[in-house]
Nanobody, 123 residues
Framework: QVQLVESGGGLVQAGGSLRLSCAASGRTFSNYVMGWFRQAPGKEREFVAAISWSGGSTYYTDSVQGRFTISRNNAKNTVYLQMNSLKPEDTAVYYC????????????????WGQGTQVTVSS
């Protein structure tokens, strides 16, 4: 498995931006599809975005399409989530995950998880 550490969370006003980072170690980073998930209090963990091994393909959940951008730098073993036009409903703990299957939105398809970083958007 690959070890993942997220950073970049915080408190931001609605309409603001944050950039999350996830640093990977332990295995060949470019062998993994990378994803971001989030979990709000009392809710199930939900898919946010994912990126292919080379970074050439991405997909998003509908609610963040056009506002969030996932990217990766394989030379730095890091995946990013740029979040713009943030809304209060984006408030959650955000998790980075590594998997082998591209195209899935299921947490079960991702094998390794970070500890999460809190994002809070105030209205």
């Amino acid at each position: 498995q690959v070890q993942l550490v997220e950073s970049g969370g915080g408190l931001v006003q609605a309409g603001g931006s944050l950039r999350l980072s996830c640093a990977a170690s332990g295995r060949t980073f470019s062998n993994y599809v990378m994803g971001w998930f989030r979990q709000a209090p009392g809710k199930e963990r939900e898919f946010v975005a994912a990126i292919s091994w080379s970074g050439g393909s991405t997909y998003y959940t509908d609610s963040v399409q056009g506002r969030f951008t996932i990217s990766r730098n394989n030379a730095k073993n890091t995946v990013y989530l740029q979040m713009n036009s943030l809304k209060p409903e984006d408030t959650a703990v955000y998790y980075c995950a590594a998997g082998r299957v591209f195209g899935s939105k299921s947490p079960a398809q991702f094998d390794s998880w970070g500890q999460g970083t809190q994002v809070t958007v105030s209205s």
